[in-house]
């Protein structure tokens, strides 16, 4: 404001103004909830915050969703001190609280106990490995010179037409890279009750799930927000900004996904009678 438009705004006043935020974001984060969702990604980002005079880690948990229509919402915004299974509990509760009676899938990272949270409030849910982040967990230790190798011997296990193609990919992808990069194959093996239901749907419904790159593309886009801020200032200002930057992301949420008739068809048949007409 001072270099635009020579006028001195004091950080109280600045807070006054987005102060008008808050009653948006309380009424946006209570609203009633659709019953039933398709698919919810579930995931959580990491910022800092200033807190008793100490600057610490909190995550900012995340739920969106692929509506009955196909399109993208978030259903809601929270912030801990650290993301856990007992904290994820407390959000599938909510969510029931606000109306929603059935997820057919949650796709999800591999937090201990995640399953058992989702499954305690929704224990219909077929809960699935979130396969993005088992490939991001896998390059994250490898150097950029074998990266692209190694992510498409990955692509040749999850995009197998069967869980033995798939399992005989492994393999191979195994006797590949098990001299530089023994952890990759241990961790999809250690893993794969939990990657192994991704491999039972169709084509159609595979790509919706795969576009946890959704949540993916979602949290790089906070990032752009959240990191060039060494920290803020308390939790309530991270959540603001947080939630501005989610109101411009969502505006381009109007169409739906590719293929989603096709989807929505293919999860009617597996998941029958719990789609409704």
Known sequence: MREI???EVSAE???HVTDSV??????????ELEAVYPIVFLDAIVVKI?????????????ALAITLEGKKELLGLWIDQSEGAKFWLGVMTELKNRGVRDILIAAVDGLKGFPEAIRSVFPATEVQLCIVHMVRGSLKFVPYKDRKAVAAGLKGVYE???EEAALQALEEFCSTWDGKYAMIGRSWKSRWTEIAPFLAYPPEIRKVMYTTN???SLNSCLRKVTRNRLSFPNTE???KLVFMALQNISRRW???????SQALNQLAIKFTGRVPA
């Open 160 to 162: 197998a037409p069967t």
């Open 13 to 15: 006043y600045i807070s």
């Open 22 to 31: 808050v009653e948006y974001l309380d009424e946006w984060r209570s609203r």
């Open 214 to 216: 959704a949540i993916e």
């Open 237 to 239: 200002s991270a959540m």
């Open 254 to 260: 109007t169409m739906p996904i590719k293929e989603w």
């Open 5 to 7: 438009y020579g006028t």
């Open 50 to 62: 200033r807190d008793n005079g100490h600057v610490v880690k909190k995550s900012i948990y995340l």
